[in-house]
Nanobody
């Protein structure tokens, strides 16, 4: 199993980023995917979930209405579109899959600062 995130960077408050997670080593279309984040000194937080069934998503209250998770099963990729970014969104963002063990990508840094 391999998960490779990309798309992080430095953005000003109010800006947008789209994260990608390319997956391999399992049947991507059959499993749910998650995005987590971890800020310095804080516990890891579940940000967004998408099931294997199209349209079934869920979000942490802190990102509802600003973040959108989606997937492209043809490309074995899950995305996280992040809009209206705030400084408190600064964290390392990782994608996750359970097949059936837990697997994580290496993460991508998102920094929201003026």
């Amino acid at each position: 199993v391999r998960l490779v995130e990309s798309g992080g960077g430095l953005v000003q408050p109010g800006g947008s980023l789209r994260l990608s997670c390319a997956a391999s080593g399992f049947t991507f279309s059959s499993v749910a995917m998650r995005w987590y984040r971890q800020a310095p000194g804080k516990e890891r937080e579940l940000v967004a979930f998408i099931s294997s069934v199209p349209g079934n998503t869920d979000y942490a209250d802190s990102v509802k209405g600003r973040f959108t998770i989606s997937r492209d099963n043809a490309k074995n990729t899950v995305y996280l579109q992040m809009n209206s970014l705030k400084p408190e969104d600064t964290a390392v963002y990782c994608c996750h899959v359970r097949v059936p063990n837990n697997y994580w990508g290496q993460g991508t840094q998102v920094t929201v600062s003026s």
